[in-house]
């Protein structure tokens, strides 16, 4: 199965910060890398589908890059909602996996 | 636009079989699969199987000799059983859509195994 690696584990971040999120494949995954928030007691939510297309409804702050085995999460200029932990998820070979996940706190 | 509401059974005895039941409103099941993803409490997400439109399955090796996803497009549902739970299927349990991401998703239901 397809191992995917995100860095850091967890970052303390302050608002209007630059924040870049890392998600790494153990194989080539071409595009098909997602990128979901979630919020504690909450289901994940879509932020952006094959690696760089921002979901609907989606703040423009968030942009996604990468194909693949590299991905980066880049948000533009943190706010306090953006407290939440990250994956990153592929869905080119079976099964379906997700990062480790990426804790963002806001000081 | 698509909605997923899920239900089921939220405390289980070791060996009991886990059964979850998700509901879907304002969209077709063509050309998408439902999906079911878990989280144990603290931890990371992790995919159990899907099912598409026309019955085809697919399972975590992980868990593939204990699951069984299947479909009522009859009721707008799809469902999960996962036999011989122990207390390492402890979790909260999610449907989903997947058009290979996955989209939306339910609210979650907490499953405790606990003797």
């Known amino acids: 199965e397809v191992v995917l690696t995100q860095s850091p584990d967890f970052q303390s971040v302050t608002p209007k910060e630059r924040v870049t999120l890392t998600c790494r494949a153990s194989q080539s995954i071409g595009i098909n890398l997602h990128w979901y928030q979630q919020k504690p007691d909450q289901s994940p939510k879509l932020l952006i589908k094959y690696a760089s297309q921002s979901f609907s409804g989606v703040p423009p702050r968030f942009s996604g890059s ?15 909602e953006d407290a939440a932990t990250y994956y990153c998820h592929q869905s080119t070979i079976l099964p379906n996996t997700f990062g480790q996940g990426t804790k963002l706190e806001i000081k | 636009q698509v909605q997923l509401q899920q239900w089921g059974a939220g405390l289980l005895k070791p060996s009991d079989t886990l059964s979850l039941t998700c509901g879907v409103s304002g969209g077709s099941f063509s050309g998408y699969y439902w999906s079911w993803i878990r989280q144990p409490p603290g931890k990371g997400l992790e995919w159990i199987g899907e099912v598409n439109h026309s019955g085809s399955t697919n399972y975590n090796p992980s868990l593939k000799s204990r699951v069984s996803i299947s479909l009522d497009k009859s009721r707008n549902q799809f469902s999960l059983n996962l036999t011989s739970v122990t207390a390492a299927d402890t979790a909260v349990y999610f449907c989903a859509r997947r058009w290979n991401w996955l989209d939306p998703w339910g609210q979650g239901t907490l499953v405790t195994v606990s003797s």
């Open chain 1, 66 to 80: 990468g194909s693949g085995t590299e991905f980066t999460l880049t948000i533009s200029s943190l706010e306090a």
